[in-house]
């Protein structure tokens, strides 16, 4: 699938991101009808016989729409994590292929083998970077996209401005470039063109939508922070990522953890990763630029709106330097 194939039915040029707990069908659905990529991550469901029926539940109604409306929804992805510690990377993989899932982000490893078979019936492969050398292994691996995970982005994020580490990716790659860190409303999508990026990928934002699995009150401490109140830390799954500090506090972690580079002990009450997101709630910096939670269709059309204003007060101001 060409660059021109995989963005024609998209109405913004924006991925919503997989997040780990939060995204689901229903999220995947809503952006793909709305015109935006939607994707969610394999392991949100508990088994790879769960994780096909979510596959073929969106595909089911996507088709159904597509037919009822006349129109082409925009492609869907799933998230694989490539890493040894994934039992059920190659079921899930398995899975992607059978139903020829169009997109497949993977994270923490990139591997030819993955990208040789999704490229086998004709879908594209993202992977997620956060320096160079990472950039480097996936674009060996022969993936088709970039995602860029720059400073301020929710969950496992980089430290990168976009600026330089753009400039630097576009030296060594011509495939899809996406930018993430921060991003939360429709003049920030267009940034991120201006930028250089082929596509906008945003996760926090789509929390705070009434089709995400988050629950009140974790959308409302969203609402409720500005970017001090985003910290970035290793403690909590030994990768350094971006979470809610008031979610950090109420779970007990002190500032001598959070510090630490050693994963916190969760002990009996969060005895595992996925337990402890349940209650340490990752987002990152773009929660200053969110007031409200909505549906996915109403927030569409703001951006929409808001990426159309951009990009035509940019032209004006540029006019003054042409």
Sequence with gaps: MDKNQFTK???LPLVAAPMFLISGPELVIEACKNGIVGTFPALNQRTTEGFEQWVIQIKTELEAWE???GKKAAPFGVNLIVHFTNPRVEPDLQVCVKHQVPLIIT???????VVDAVHSYGGLVFHDVIKRRHAEKAIEAGVDGLILVCAGAGGHAGTLHPVPFINEIKKIFNGYILLSGGLSTGQDIASAMQMGADLAYMGTRF????ESNANKEYKDMIIDSQTKDVTYTA???GVSA???SKSLEKAGITQEQIQSKAKVDFGKELDTEAKAWKTIWSAGQGVTSIEDSLPVKQLLERMKTEFKDAISY?????????
């Design 9 to 11: 039915n998209l109405s």
């Design 67 to 69: 037919k009822q409306t």
């Design 107 to 113: 994270s923490l490893g990139a591997i030819s083998l």
């Design 207 to 210: 929390i705070n939508t009434t």
């Design 235 to 237: 403690a909590i799954s």
């Design 242 to 244: 971006n979470f809610l």
């Design 314 to 322: 940019q032209q004006d101001k540029a006019k003054k330097y042409l």
